[in-house]
C-alpha cells in the first residue's frame, strides 16, 4: 500500500494521490483534490442557476408590465 501524497495547489496541502487529480493550468501542469474540483464545479452551477432564475424573473416582469399596458388600452378602448 502507498501512502503517497500529492500538493494540492487549491488547499495548498498534501491529499493522498488517490484523491486527487492532475490537470492543466497557463501556469503548467498542477494536482488538485477531488473535493476542491467538485466544491469548484457545484459553486459554478449554483451561479448559473443563479443567473437564469435572474433573467427567468426579468422576463416574468417584463411580461407582466406589459400585460398591464395592455390592460390599460384596453380600458380606455372601452369606455369610448
Ligand atoms: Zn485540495
Not at 18 to 32: F, L, P, Y
Not at 40 to 48: C, F, L, M, V, Y
Request: proline letters at 1%.
Amino acid at each position: 500500500m502507498s501512502a503517497e501524497t500529492r500538493y494540492c495547489y487549491h488547499c495548498r496541502v498534501h491529499h493522498p494521490a488517490n484523491e486527487t487529480r492532475q490537470i492543466t493550468t497557463k501556469t503548467g501542469t498542477r494536482w488538485r483534490c477531488l473535493r476542491s474540483i467538485e466544491a469548484t464545479r457545484i459553486s459554478e452551477a449554483e451561479r448559473t442557476a443563479f443567473g437564469r432564475s435572474v433573467s427567468a424573473m426579468n422576463s416574468a416582469e417584463a411580461q407582466s408590465r406589459a400585460q398591464r399596458v395592455s390592460e390599460l388600452h384596453l380600458d380606455q378602448w372601452n369606455r369610448r
